[in-house]
C-alpha cells in the first residue's frame, strides 16, 4: 500500500460547525503533515507530526486542531472557521520528518 | 525565510513538444523536489533530487544546489502532462527540517 487517503473529498460547513478531516496512511511513515492551499498557490505547511507527536506548528489559529491518534493516522478538528479559510487541505507523510513524502487527495473545505 | 522561484509561471506546449521548467531558490538547502499537481488537486511525487540527475520516462530533472537551481525536463508532451509543477525545497530551519514549496508553472499540452 503507497498511497495516503483522506476523507471526507469534499466537504461544505457553516461557521458555527465542528467537523473534522481525516488522513491514514500505511506505509510506516513516521512523519505526518497538514498542509493548507489556496486556489493558485503553492501549498503552505500547517502542522508537522513526528513519532506521533506535534513537532511543528506554522503558527495556524486555534480553530484548526490536529491530533495524531497512531502512527497511521492523522486528523484536523475544524470549529468556528471563516470563510477564509475555504481551500484545499492536503494531508502528506513521509518517512522521517522533512521529505516532502507522498500527498494524499485532498479534502476541499468550503466555509459558508 | 527561502525564496523558491518557478519559471515561467505559464507555459502552453503543441502535444509533442519538449519544455524545460527552472526552479531558483535564494539558499542552500539539503534536499529538494518535484511535483505534479493534476487538475484535480492530487499532488504526484515526481522526482527527490537534492543534486544531479534523474530520469523516469519521459521525464528528467537536473539539481545543481553549488548554483541553486534546479531543472525539469519533459519530452514529447502528452496532453496529461498538463497541470502545475512545483518544486519544494528542505532545509533546517529552528532545528527541524522545513519544506517550502515554489510558485509553480502552469503548463497546459494542446493536442
Known amino acids: 500500500d503507497t498511497e495516503v487517503t483522506q476523507t471526507p473529498k469534499h466537504l461544505v460547513m457553516g461557521m458555527t460547525n465542528k467537523k473534522s478531516l481525516k488522513c491514514e496512511q500505511h506505509?510506516?511513515?513516521?512523519?505526518m503533515y497538514w498542509y493548507k492551499q489556496k486556489a493558485k498557490k503553492p501549498p503552505e505547511l500547517m502542522f508537522v507530526?513526528?513519532?506521533?507527536?506535534?513537532?511543528i506548528n506554522e503558527s495556524v489559529p486555534s480553530r484548526f486542531s490536529p491530533e495524531c491518534p497512531n502512527s497511521s493516522l492523522l486528523n484536523l478538528h475544524l470549529h468556528a472557521l471563516q470563510p477564509e479559510d475555504s481551500a484545499l487541505y492536503l494531508c502528506a507523510s513521509s518517512q522521517e520528518m522533512g521529505a516532502g513524502g507522498f500527498f494524499g487527495p485532498g479534502t476541499r473545505l468550503t466555509v459558508l | 525565510g527561502i525564496q523558491v522561484e518557478q519559471s515561467p509561471p505559464d507555459l502552453i506546449l503543441q502535444e509533442g513538444a519538449n519544455s524545460t521548467l527552472r526552479c531558483n531558490f535564494s539558499?542552500?538547502?539539503?534536499?529538494l523536489q518535484w511535483f505534479h499537481q493534476n487538475p484535480w488537486g492530487q499532488l504526484i511525487n515526481l522526482f527527490y533530487?537534492?543534486?544531479g540527475t534523474k530520469q523516469n520516462g519521459r521525464l528528467s530533472a537536473t539539481t545543481v544546489a553549488t548554483e541553486r537551481y534546479s531543472l525539469l525536463y519533459i519530452s514529447s508532451s502528452q496532453t496529461t502532462d498538463s497541470g502545475v509543477y512545483f518544486c519544494?525545497?528542505?532545509?533546517?530551519?529552528?532545528?527541524?527540517?522545513?519544506?517550502?514549496f515554489g510558485t509553480g508553472t502552469k503548463l497546459q499540452v494542446i493536442p
Open positions: 507530526y513526528s513519532y506521533e507527536k506535534l513537532s
Open positions: 519544494a525545497v528542505e532545509r533546517n530551519s529552528g532545528g527541524y527540517q522545513k519544506v517550502t
Open positions: 533530487i537534492p543534486s
Open positions: 539558499d542552500s538547502v539539503n534536499n
Open positions: 506505509m510506516g511513515h513516521r512523519a
